[in-house]
């Protein structure tokens, strides 16, 4: 998603900017203080070259008064000195701890965005792409505080002052450093904008892909191992990297093109305000001292000005770089929980399709069109059908994954969108196909559906899910990291690990994606045991691959294309003349006794 828009270039810096105010304004405080710090120090600067210049004056003039002249200006800048020491200690800590909590602050509420966004937007983002987003924008909200409060502010009072000071003394002075400060400052932000911004965006882009492409190949290395794939993935992330470097590379020769045009600005500056100084020096418009202010002033002018360049250069960078964070603070979570919206109690489980119509986002036809269905409390149903028949998505509007287009689903009576979706999910347990745990112990994978459990719970779930067995025979026991989603167990180990983690939930309403479809004959024999104890008082969805795991629901649903074709239970299906159920079976028995005589 791009912030920026047909209507100008600035409409990243306007939704870059706006949001780091919008997190300043949580704490005026510590910003007024920094802001403060900095521009005390920042005055004792301004003021340092009016005192060189009478130090000058007092070492050109003879006797006791010169001395005193010369010790007193000495003095004021010693003082001077020691304030912008002083304001600027205090400016540096103050910062430091009110950038790091906006950061965390930051980093923390991007989380918190990502973990509600819907299904379809995680499926189609890189992980490893959105990390880099965060943490890319992260370290840019630290550029960005520093470039606004350390450099541009004290750079616009140094600036204002020293035009201030000079016009004081010759207007005409005054009026050059003025156009030449802001010719300079226009131009630096002109070609910021107009000509660096547009490429590092471009190039920023590219290296998210990059982060993409690193994370895709390194989750998925058991399957670049299984196809020999190592070259073609390094191929792969050659030609991502190619890309990224080009687009650097030109993002790099634009920012030194426009350094050096900002150089050639303060060149013309310099020569402008060297020459004003000799010319009123030969015209006895200025002594010693006042060419000593003229040109110390202006030393410190154009050290701020060419710094200026930097900080415009940096702001610019890290606008770029935020672009991406604010835009994921902008987007909309894809299922919000209503207004109002209360927690969710089951105390039976009868689940309701009122009338429901559904379509998935792009899609022009309703996958369920009028679509009424009621699975009773305590009832464990299969659901069957083809691939695309409407099985998953079924259990994924339970869940409320997505959103009804139109009727309603219930539980209990209780439309389930009137509720929060977390109280929600707490009421349902879910075994998937495939399970995902974290790269945790086991004890907390389990315990993962009941935070703060104990772990004779935690070994009570394990039990029954007959996962304590293999546990106990691994070294640390309950305390093993499974690696990432994982990968340490077998398939087998995995869904008596997710079987535990789904009794210790103890949910009315309980989910079963096939878990028992890619195992070894063995596996399949302690899961079946255990899926059936926890099946057991629960209103049950069985998603069933394999009909054979279904013959013993109180009711089978036949989906085709989001309507149910067929329902009852296996034997009284079996009995239909070229029923769709009937049809499924005989292909899969065929399908086994082909196998078994290979």
């Known amino acids: 998603m791009s912030l920026q828009s047909s209507t100008g270039r600035q409409e990243p810096f306007r939704a870059v900017l706006g949001f780091t105010f919008r997190h300043w304004a949580r704490r005026p405080g510590p910003v007024l203080g920094v802001a403060g710090a900095m521009m005390a120090a920042t005055a004792a600067d301004l003021f340092m070259p009016l005192y060189a210049g009478r130090l000058v004056d007092a070492v050109a003039g003879e006797g006791a008064s010169a001395l005193d002249a010369a010790l007193w200006a000495l003095g004021a800048m010693l003082a001077l000195g020691a304030v912008s020491v002083l304001f600027r200690h205090l400016g540096?800590?103050?910062?430091?701890?009110?950038?790091?909590?906006?950061?965390?602050?930051?980093?923390?509420?991007?989380?918190?965005?990502?973990q509600r966004f819907s299904t379809d937007w995680h499926a189609n983002n890189f992980a490893g792409s959105t990390v880099r987003k965060i943490t890319r924008g992260m370290w840019a909200l630290d550029l960005l505080t520093d470039t606004v409060l350390i450099a541009l502010l004290p750079s616009l009072v140094v600036l204002v002052g020293t035009t201030a000071l000079l016009a004081w003394h010759w207007p005409a002075m005054g009026l050059v450093v003025f156009l030449g400060s802001v010719i300079y400052v226009g131009v630096t932000i002109a070609l910021s904008l107009s000509y660096v911004a547009p490429a590092a965006r471009l190039a920023n882009s590219w290296d998210t892909r990059v982060g993409g492409a690193l994370a895709d190949a390194i989750s998925c290395n058991p399957v670049v191992k299984a196809y020999g794939a190592e070259l073609r993935e390094d191929g792969r992330l050659a030609g991502v990297l190619a890309k990224w470097a080009l687009r650097t590379r030109r993002t790099w020769v634009r920012g030194t093109t426009s350094g050096t045009a900002q150089q050639i600005v303060l060149?013309?500056?310099?020569?402008?305000?060297?020459?004003?100084?000799?010319?009123?020096?030969?015209?006895?418009?200025?002594?010693?001292?006042?060419?000593?202010?003229?040109?110390?002033?202006?030393?410190?002018?154009?050290?701020?000005?060419?710094?200026?360049?930097?900080?415009?250069?940096?702001?610019?960078?890290?606008?770029?770089?935020?672009?991406?964070?604010?835009?994921?603070?902008?987007?909309?979570?894809?299922?919000?929980?209503?207004?109002?919206?209360?927690?969710?109690?089951v105390p039976a489980g009868e689940i309701a399709f009122e009338r429901v119509t559904f379509h998935y986002g792009g899609h022009v036809e309703p996958l369920y069109r009028d679509f009424s269905l009621t699975i009773r409390a305590g009832e464990k149903v299969g659901l069957v059908g083809r691939s695309g028949s409407g099985k998953t998505t079924f259990v994924k509007l339970v869940q409320r994954l997505y959103d009804v287009s139109g009727g309603r689903i219930a539980i209990d009576g209780r439309d389930i969108a009137d509720v929060t979706q977390t109280s929600l999910r707490a009421q349902i347990a879910i075994v998937q196909q495939e399970p995902v745990l974290f790269h945790r112990s086991l004890a907390e994978n389990i315990a993962y559906a009941k935070p703060g459990a104990s772990m004779a719970r935690i070994v009570q779930a394990a039990k029954l899910a007959n996962a304590h067995d293999f546990i106990m025979r691994l070294p640390k026991g309950y305390a093993t990291l499974v690696g990432e989603r994982g990968v340490k167990l077998s398939g087998g180990e995995r869904q008596r690990v997710a079987l535990a983690r789904a009794f210790l939930a103890d949910a009315p309403i309980l989910i079963l994606d096939e878990a028992t479809s890619s195992l070894d004959s063995e596996s399949e024999a302690l899961i079946q045991e255990a899926m059936e104890r926890l099946m057991q008082g629960r209103t049950t969805i069985v998603i069933a691959h394999r009909l054979s795991t279904v013959r013993a629901m109180d009711r089978i649903l036949v989906f085709d294309r989001g309507r149910v074709v067929e329902e009852g239970s296996h034997e009284a299906l079996l009995t239909r003349e070229n029923g769709a159920y009937r049809a499924l079976f005989e292909k899969q028995v065929s399908e086994l006794a082909k196998g078994l005589a290979a």
């Open 92 to 114: 540096f800590i103050g910062i430091t701890g009110m950038t790091l909590r906006t950061m965390s602050e930051t980093a923390q509420e991007a989380f918190a965005r990502l």
């Open 267 to 345: 060149l013309a500056l310099r020569a402008a305000v060297i020459g004003l100084v000799i010319w009123l020096w030969a015209n006895g418009q200025a002594t010693p001292g006042d060419v000593a202010f003229v040109l110390t002033s202006y030393a410190v002018v154009h050290g701020y000005l060419r710094d200026v360049g930097q900080h415009v250069h940096n702001l610019q960078r890290s606008v770029n770089d935020m672009e991406e964070l604010v835009a994921m603070h902008a987007h909309p979570y894809g299922v919000p929980d209503r207004l109002g919206a209360t927690d969710m109690v």
